[in-house]
Nanobody, 121 residues
Framework: QTRLVESGGGSAQPGGSLRLSCTSSGLTLEDHAIGWFRQYPGQRHEGVLCINMFNGTTIWSDSVVGRFTISRNNAKNTVDLRMNNLRLEDTAVYFC??????????????WGQGTQVTVSS
């Protein structure tokens, strides 16, 4: 069964850093566009960043410019989301999703279960 798995969530203080990883059993991530999304309670998923099959990146959320980056580690079959200078408003459940192209609002083919990120002082 193909699935995505996120890891690396947890707690951090404002100004701190976390690195989330997305990996998969059954799916070679380098053959897919991988997007990172986050979800606040009671709201729909919000696109954060995406990396396409050619390693081009798209920033969907202006609030993460200069703070978050996305990258691939093909040897480990992971896509990482590095989050620096965290803010309180970054607190959310973070998901990765795979599709043929970066898809912010449409249907992604595969989703992970999500990992909680909590930023608090």
């Amino acid at each position: 069964q193909t699935r995505l798995v996120e890891s690396g969530g947890g707690s951090a203080q404002p100004g701190g850093s976390l690195r989330l990883s997305c990996t998969s059993s059954g799916l070679t991530l380098e053959d897919h566009a991988i997007g990172w999304f986050r979800q606040y309670p009671g709201q729909r998923h919000e696109g954060v960043l995406c990396i396409n099959m050619f390693n081009g990146t798209t920033i969907w959320s202006d609030s993460v410019v200069g703070r978050f980056t996305i990258s691939r580690n093909n040897a480990k079959n992971t896509v990482d989301l590095r989050m620096n200078n965290l803010r309180l408003e970054d607190t959310a459940v973070y998901f990765c999703a795979a599709s043929s192209i970066c898809t912010q609002w449409g249907q992604n083919d595969y989703w992970g279960q999500g990992t909680q990120v909590t930023v608090s002082s």
